[in-house]
């Protein structure tokens, strides 16, 4: 047996589609920089362009996005609760995110593929249904032992989130520019305390 952590491949889905939407339209800091959420006209494009790619997805209706922006800040609170170490209060919030999509589990069969295990909202609504999926994948990710995979970024003025897949829980970082632009300062402060 391997400690490697695995979400089923639909929830690890699922949580990756809720970090990248709490990134790309929350507001905060990333990777050094101050960073604001698009908005107006530019939001249905953010959000089309975060999601995973679809075949039918022309575009994103307005209203659409406009929900699926504040259903990232909300999940966004999620994340900074778990990172705090207040897992109880990361409950409540996922709690209150699947009340209000009315989130629940179901069987769907895609592309001839084997049944799979996938997650609705009351009205199956496009925002609706990606907000109840991401919701009951942060419920399985706190309900488990694995609450402390979802993080926030440590390196200075970044505050975008991830789900450590690592093997050993060591991550730390949003991004691989994050995590060098950390290195590079350490080299700095040595390389100058040398000298």
Same mark, same amino acid.
């Given at each position: ?20 939407? !709490? ?6 800091? %990333?990777?050094?920089?101050? +960073? $604001? ?16 790619? /679809? %075949?039918?997805?022309?575009? !994103?209706?307005?209203?659409? /996005?406009? +929900?699926? /922006? ?9 994340? *900074?609760? #778990? ?10 919030? !996922?709690? #209150?995110?699947?009340?209000? $999509? ?5 069987? *769907? &069969? #895609? ?17 609706? =249904?990606?907000?109840?999926?991401? /919701? ?6 706190? =309900?488990?032992?694995?609450?402390? %995979? ?8 970044? *505050? ?6 690592? &093997? ?7 991004? *691989? ?12 402060? %040595?390389?100058? $305390?040398?000298?």
């Amino acid at each position: 047996m391997t400690s490697q952590v695995m979400f089923d491949g639909h929830v690890a889905a699922l949580l990756e589609v809720a970090v990248s939407l !709490v990134n790309a339209l929350t507001d905060g800091a %990333r990777q050094g920089r101050a +960073y $604001t959420a698009p908005q107006g006209d530019q939001l249905p494009q953010a959000v089309r362009d975060t999601l995973p790619p /679809a %075949r039918d997805r022309a575009a !994103v209706e307005p209203r659409h /996005a406009v +929900y699926l /922006a504040h259903a990232s800040r909300q999940m966004r609170a999620v994340f *900074d609760a #778990v990172d705090s170490g207040h897992t109880d209060r990361a409950a409540e919030l !996922v709690n #209150v995110l699947m009340r209000t $999509t009315g989130a629940r589990p179901q069987l *769907d &069969r #895609v592309d001839n593929e084997p049944w799979q295990l996938h997650f609705h909202g009351t009205d199956d609504s496009f925002s609706v =249904g990606w907000t109840a999926g991401c /919701a009951a994948a942060l419920a399985l990710a706190i =309900g488990s032992d694995l609450a402390g %995979r979802l993080g926030v970024c440590t390196a200075p003025h970044c *505050d975008r989130v991830y789900v450590d897949n690592s &093997r050993n829980a060591v991550r730390h970082f949003c991004s *691989d520019a994050c995590r060098g632009r950390v290195k590079a300062a350490a080299f700095r402060a %040595r390389k100058t $305390t040398q000298d």
